[in-house]
């Protein structure tokens, strides 16, 4: 796991089924450059004025509306649909770490037949297919 691909609301670009498809692959949040899908630049919390004027790395440096309405919306559709939440990833990496988090996250989305990378959408591995 590449801690560039750790994008500021927490989620996980690494295991992200965009970030590895051929056509329109997105590079990551923090990533982001010429040849990057128009779609991944209209991001709300990417876009955040506060997070961008104050060059923070993630949501959570001392702001005062964190988590936002942004942040919760898009945690309870992760954690409905893929089971992630960027908002407990955000409290890993404030408490332990980043590299902590980078190694809790490469045990939960490695493969354990063949080592590739699972996505959380779909919890299917890229490499040879096996499901979560």
């Not at 295991?15 to 991001?43: A, M, Q, V, W």
């Not at 996250?105 to 890229?126: A, D, V």
Request: positive net charge; contains cysteine.
């Amino acid at each position: 796991m590449i801690k560039d691909l750790i994008a500021p609301c927490g989620i996980n670009c690494g295991i992200c089924k965009s970030h590895y498809r051929e056509k329109n692959t997105c590079p990551g949040c923090r990533k982001l450059d010429k040849k990057t899908p128009k779609t991944r630049f209209n991001c709300i919390i990417r876009e955040c004025k506060i997070l961008k004027d104050r060059k923070w790395k993630y949501c959570f440096d001392e702001c005062d509306t964190y988590p936002c309405k942004s942040l919760k919306s898009l945690d309870k559709r992760y954690s409905t649909k893929y089971h992630t939440s960027m908002i407990e990833n955000l409290k890993y990496i404030n408490e332990k770490g980043i590299n902590a988090f980078l190694e809790k996250e490469k045990k939960k989305w490695t493969c354990p037949q063949c080592g590739g990378i699972i996505t959380c959408h779909g919890s299917i591995c890229l490499t040879c297919g096996f499901e979560k």
